[in-house]
């Protein structure tokens, strides 16, 4: 019986010729976690920091991307105009870029285009998410409106529940065991506790993790990241633009690759469910732009709104063949200090999963990382790094690379 | 201009709500490819690995064995009083893959994964299955 392809004799190769580099000249966060401002009010707070970051300001943006997936369930769409306006830059124009949960780094992609595409000079990207006013289950009930909603949601499955049969499916082709998957949480926890934005400040243990309820098995509470709020914001610029910036310059970190794929909605539509089809291209197209390899990433940003999904993550990317990031993760190789330090950050599941922050949210760190800023949680040395960043379970991924020389 | 060939020229063979409509009387249905014999259960007009518009409305095999699954503690709204239940992906015997629930699982051990299940048709929402 044939089976969907991973990948097509005729898959499309994307061009990018004559593009300009593009740099990310300055970015900024909110506190993430339970927060009692709105949307437009969190966004409007990462905006500027990170338009105080680039040294810039509203009147030097020349258009801007908000990533969201959730503003209906604050009776606002249409979050553009609103930010914009409220940065007094109402004729600038700006539109939503939705994927999900990548909904950030979709519109960090989107804007790379247009700054390398020669378009713009200096656009202004902010991801935000505000979730807190709906109570677990409704959360839960919208979170499943990214699944594909007829065969998943609709009949039964939650967030939680489509990457427990990943991580089934996971557990029972190589053995991976709930204890390793344990230890994806207790590291990114250790790690948020250094991050003075982070959702969770507390250090848990792997019995913690066992210990906790059952969210959708094999998945517990300590497994799955949080529902956050919070924002993320980041100034893009062309080259031309960032010079004229004179000591902000200086900071700014250039986007080596920006690499995108797609993958079906539905679980059931996929050959392997070990595997997310939409990250092996993502990273594989980003990586050959960028002429590099996983040897050569200083640490990684990656998109573990379960612990499952990191293990899978760095199998997907390359950094661990299929099966063994448990045993690396074990061993401690992929701690801040370790030979692959992933998500210093503390990840989504300590640093927090606003939706349509989280992407932008990646970038922030690797800006504060690659400027030696990240205080206890810095790692040594850094100087090129991978953010990961994945909508629903695997419909859209984009994979970055960034670089500071 | 394009050069695509349809042999759908009347839409999708299949609706959603004529699925939702065979899953209440008890069949399951979805799309086979007239030109390559690809079987699915999805809502498409394009088979996914000839990529030909030419799919035919089928009724699959009501039998098949789990390829994974977890077990909901939390569950969405509509399924918020039916805990504790599997949600499953399961491989019909005549080759396409669907997802369901099974009510009552509240253990890995009630459910290993191969486990033989059946269709069932049920007043209850979504696609159920139960052991055989």
Not at chain 1, 357 to 374: F, I, K, P
Not at chain 2, 3 to 16: C, Q, S, V, Y
Not at chain 2, 28 to 37: A, D, L
Request: contains cysteine; hydrophobic residues 40%; aromatic residues 8%.
């Amino acid at each position: 019986m044939p089976s969907i392809l991973i990948l097509r004799d005729n898959q499309y190769d994307p061009q990018y010729r004559n593009m300009r580099d593009v740099f990310v000249l300055g970015a900024g966060t909110t506190k993430y976690g339970k927060s009692h401002l709105s949307a437009r009010e969190l966004a409007l707070e990462a905006s500027k920091k990170a338009l105080v970051e680039s040294g810039i300001e509203p009147t030097d943006v020349q258009a801007g991307f908000i990533a969201n997936a959730f503003s209906l369930s604050e009776k606002q769409g249409h979050l553009g105009p609103i930010i914009m306006s409220g940065l007094g830059i109402a004729d600038v124009p700006a539109s939503t870029i939705e994927s999900a949960c990548s909904s950030g780094a979709s519109a960090i992609r989107e804007a790379w285009v247009n700054i390398g595409a020669g378009i713009y000079d200096c656009m202004l990207v902010t991801g935000v998410e505000k979730v807190s006013q709906l109570d677990t289950i409704t959360a839960t009930t919208y979170f499943s409106f990214g699944s594909d909603y007829i065969f998943e949601g609709a009949c039964g499955a939650s967030f939680p529940g489509l990457y427990g049969s990943i991580a089934r499916a996971h557990m029972s082709k190589y053995g991976t065991t709930e204890e390793q998957m344990a230890n994806v949480s207790v590291k990114n926890h250790e790690n948020g506790m250094l991050n003075p934005n982070a959702h969770f400040h507390k250090k848990i243990t792997v019995d913690d993790v066992m210990n906790s309820i059952v969210v959708a098995s094999p998945l517990k509470l300590y497994d799955a990241c949080p529902f956050s709020d919070g924002a993320a914001s980041a100034v893009l610029c062309s080259e031309g633009f960032m010079l004229k910036m004179n000591g902000h310059a200086s900071e700014a970190i250039k986007i080596v690759a920006s690499g995108r794929a797609g993958g079906t909605g539905a679980l059931h539509q996929r050959p392997d469910l070990t595997t997310l089809n939409a990250a092996v291209l993502a990273g594989r197209e980003a990586f050959k732009q960028a002429g590099l390899a996983p040897k050569d990433i200083d640490f990684l940003e990656v998109h573990d709104c379960f612990t499952i999904a990191e293990l899978v993550a760095l199998e997907d990317l390359g950094f661990y063949p299929r099966g063994e990031a448990a045993k690396a993760t074990q061993e401690g190789q992929t701690r801040i200090n370790g030979e692959t330090p992933v998500n210093p950050s503390g990840g989504l599941k300590a640093k927090g999963h606003p939706v349509g922050a989280t992407g932008v949210g990646q970038v922030v760190e690797v800006y504060e990382q690659l400027n030696s800023r990240a205080g206890h949680r810095q790692v040594k040395d850094a100087r090129i790094a991978l953010t990961h960043n994945v909508g629903a379970t695997g419909g859209s991924c984009a994979v970055h690379i960034f670089e500071k020389n | 201009m394009s050069n695509l060939e349809t042999e759908n020229k009347e839409g999708n063979p299949l609706t959603i709500k004529e699925f939702q409509e065979g899953i209440h009387q008890g069949r399951i249905e979805g799309y086979r490819c007239k030109n390559c014999g690809h079987k699915q259960i999805d809502i498409i007009d394009f088979c996914p690995v000839c990529h030909k518009s030419a799919l035919e409305k089928v009724e699959f095999a009501k039998e098949g064995k789990v390829l994974t699954y977890t077990i909901q503690l939390v569950a969405p709204e509509q399924f918020m009083n039916e805990v504790p239940y599997a949600w499953a992906i399961v491989e019909l015997d005549d080759g396409p893959k669907i997802t369901g629930w099974i009510p009552f699982i509240s253990k890995a051990s009630d459910l290993p994964v191969g486990q033989r299940v059946r269709f069932k048709k049920s007043y209850l929402p979504g696609i159920v299955f139960e052991k055989i």
